[in-house]
């Protein structure tokens, strides 16, 4: 009798605990409920999925350089933000492989009418995409992705600077390669050559230095941030934390303390539904690249999709494709940029009512931006700050070219 009461007794008291646990980890979790009421009033304006695709979800993550609160000691104006990191991370439907394509911020879209924070709504025009984020928060940034690829994002997530380094201590930090000493000040960032395994500020400052490393390009930057993510992939599944429960807990605290996300994925359960589709993903069918872009050409600061390669990428996603990839710098194949050309964003014609420029780049013959700018965009033709209609996929829009990519089995390390 007594050790039926001793054992009754750690059952009640184990099940209280987990209870409370379970509690605390799902009141973590912020809930952007002003984005979902938003995207719900304008849901007759949004794409809906492809038959093809039914079953797959479309996840945008969205990396916020809000300056306020805990933030507000990395400098600049408090209360403003914009999307630092873009992502679009596809599930497909056997949750068999995925793909996460970073979409620049400095990429020059048409950004639809959003309504400001201050109820006001601002007009449809050409501006670079994270402006997107700073004028109607994640909904406008959202609609703009929606617009440009014509793909229907199913969740969205938004991570901040502190989160991001909360997240990455949670998993003991994360091994990346540094070919040469940084020392950037504006990041906080001060490492020798070499491997070596980043902590919290220290991570932080290696996906956000640009000017520093490489050639300075934000091109670049998004090609350490895929690294590092590969990186971050391979640790949590090669360690198994989804596996061990004394592991898990503080990867799920820092998680779900970390991030504000949609109605649909703020809880435990949903978070933890979405981590089990991700475990059982094999690394090497994890393919992370950057959506095909070049200098814009009216200004070399900013950037332009590539077409028809950008549009193919969408297409492959709409429809649940998945996505090959070369390593970075490498040759094409032959024929794979056949007809190329230039699209500024949805909605956006690189044709008749585009600025003039003195010298525009050319633009090979085939699908790409043409008299009228009518193949000149992601999936939409018009004129520059005017909304676009879907335009029709040209013959080539289905096809599947090998873009430049990773896979996150690949160890950056290994190649130096």
């Given at each position: 009798?007594?050790?039926?009461?001793?054992?009754?007794?750690?059952?009640?008291?184990?099940?209280?605990?987990l209870?409370i646990?379970?509690?605390?980890?799902?009141?973590?979790?912020r809930?952007?409920?002003?984005?979902?009421?938003?995207?719900?009033?304008?849901?007759?304006?949004?794409?809906?999925?492809?038959?093809?695709?039914?079953?797959?979800?479309?996840?945008?993550?969205?990396?916020?350089?809000?300056?306020?609160?805990?933030?507000?000691?990395y400098?600049?104006?408090?209360?403003?933000?914009?999307?630092?990191?873009?992502i679009l991370l596809?599930?497909?439907?056997?949750?068999?492989?995925?793909?996460?394509?970073?979409?620049?911020?400095d990429?020059?879209?048409?950004v639809?009418?959003?309504?400001?924070p201050?109820?006001?709504?601002?007009?449809?025009?050409?501006?670079?995409?994270?402006?997107?984020?700073?004028?109607g928060?994640?909904?406008?940034?959202?609609?703009?992705?929606?617009?440009?690829?014509?793909?229907?994002?199913?969740h969205?997530?938004?991570?901040?600077?502190n989160g991001?380094?909360?997240?990455?201590?949670?998993?003991?930090g994360?091994?990346?390669?540094?070919?040469?000493?940084?020392?950037?000040?504006?990041?906080r960032l001060?490492?020798p050559?070499?491997?070596?395994?980043l902590?919290?500020?220290?991570?932080?400052?290696?996906?956000?230095?640009?000017?520093?490393?490489?050639?300075?390009?934000?091109?670049?930057?998004?090609?350490?941030?895929?690294?590092?993510?590969?990186?971050?992939?391979?640790?949590?599944?090669?360690?198994?934390?989804?596996?061990?429960?004394?592991?898990?807990?503080?990867?799920?605290?820092?998680?779900?303390?970390?991030?504000?996300a949609?109605?649909g994925?703020?809880?435990?359960?949903?978070?933890?539904?979405l981590t089990?589709?991700?475990?059982?993903?094999?690394?090497?069918?994890?393919v992370?690249?950057?959506?095909?872009r070049?200098?814009?050409?009216?200004?070399?600061?900013?950037?332009?999709?590539?077409?028809?390669?950008?549009?193919?990428?969408?297409?492959?996603?709409?429809?649940?494709r998945?996505?090959?990839?070369?390593?970075?710098?490498?040759?094409?194949s032959?024929?794979?940029?056949?007809?190329?050309?230039?699209?500024?964003?949805?909605?956006?014609?690189?044709?008749?009512?585009?600025?003039?420029?003195?010298?525009?780049?050319?633009?090979?013959?085939?699908?790409?931006?043409?008299?009228?700018?009518?193949?000149?965009?992601?999936?939409?033709?018009?004129a520059?700050?005017?909304?676009?209609?879907?335009a029709k996929?040209?013959?080539?829009?289905?096809a599947?070219?090998?873009?430049?990519?990773?896979t996150?089995?690949?160890?950056?390390?290994?190649?130096?």
């Open positions: 009798m007594i050790t039926a009461g001793v054992v009754a007794f750690l059952l009640v008291a184990t099940g209280a605990l209870w646990a379970y509690r605390t980890l799902d009141g973590n979790i809930t952007d409920s002003a984005t979902d009421r938003l995207l719900a009033r304008l849901e007759a304006e949004r794409p809906s999925r492809t038959a093809g695709a039914q079953g797959s979800e479309n996840i945008l993550l969205i990396g916020s350089d809000d300056r306020s609160g805990t933030n507000s000691s400098g600049g104006e408090p209360g403003t933000q914009r999307s630092d990191t873009t596809h599930l497909a439907a056997d949750r068999k492989h995925a793909t996460a394509v970073s979409i620049p911020r990429v020059m879209v048409t639809p009418a959003c309504e400001k201050d109820g006001t709504r601002s007009k449809a025009g050409l501006m670079q995409f994270n402006w997107a984020f700073e004028t928060g994640a909904a406008c940034s959202i609609r703009a992705v929606e617009q440009l690829s014509g793909i229907r994002i199913d969205y997530v938004i991570l901040d600077f991001f380094k909360t997240m990455v201590n949670a998993i003991g994360v091994e990346v390669c540094v070919p040469q000493a940084i020392h950037d000040k504006d990041a001060d490492l050559a070499g491997r070596q395994t902590h919290g500020e220290q991570a932080l400052g290696y996906v956000r230095a640009r000017e520093s490393l490489g050639d300075g390009s934000d091109t670049q930057r998004m090609g350490r941030q895929q690294q590092f993510l590969a990186a971050l992939i391979r640790k949590v599944q090669s360690q198994g934390v989804l596996l061990n429960p004394a592991r898990l807990w503080p990867v799920l605290d820092a998680a779900t303390s970390s991030v504000k949609d109605g994925l703020s809880s435990l359960g949903a978070l933890y539904d089990q589709d991700l475990r059982d993903i094999p690394s090497a069918d994890v992370l690249l950057t959506a095909p070049r200098p814009y050409r009216y200004d070399s600061d900013r950037d332009e999709f590539v077409q028809p390669q950008t549009t193919q990428l969408f297409t492959a996603l709409r429809d649940d998945s996505v090959a990839v070369r390593p970075p710098g490498s040759a094409p032959p024929g794979a940029v056949a007809g190329a050309g230039v699209g500024v964003g949805a909605g956006v014609g690189v044709g008749a009512g585009a600025s003039p420029s003195p010298s525009p780049s050319p633009v090979a013959a085939g699908a790409g931006a043409g008299s009228d700018g009518a193949a000149g965009a992601v999936g939409a033709a018009g520059p700050g005017a909304p676009g209609a879907p996929a040209s013959p080539s829009a289905n599947s070219p090998t873009f430049e990519g990773r996150a089995d690949v160890d950056a390390c290994a190649q130096h």
